[in-house]
């Protein structure tokens, strides 16, 4: 099989992952599109308020984090990445675990 020598027959990475979204979507449109938007917003500060993701870690992290990313929703609920203000140490935040400071 011979391969085309010039990048215009081949799909970006954009394009692919564009496609592949919309492929995806399609059948479920409706809910791909109903995406609830973040209530915090990247360098707000908040700290963790409960554990609400039913796995028994014991007590909730401590201290005082910064919202740094907003990530996809995963099972309709809504997700960060915090880093502590204190040790910098980075972890993902489901929306119902956190609140504003």
């Not at 907003?70 to 993902?92: F, K």
Request: proline fraction near 6%.
């Amino acid at each position: 099989m011979k391969l085309p020598l010039s990048s215009k027959h081949w799909p970006t990475v954009e394009e692919g992952l564009a496609r592949e979204f919309s492929s995806l979507c399609q059948p479920q449109m409706k809910e791909c599109n109903r995406m609830d938007p973040h209530q915090y917003r990247v360098g707000q500060t908040v700290r963790f308020s409960k554990n609400t993701r039913g796995i028994d870690l014991g007590a909730a992290p401590t201290g005082n984090f910064r919202v740094v990313s907003l990530l996809p929703d995963t099972q309709g609920r809504n997700q960060y990445r915090v880093e502590s203000v204190h040790d910098g140490h980075q972890r993902v935040a489901v929306e119902t675990e956190i609140a504003l400071l």
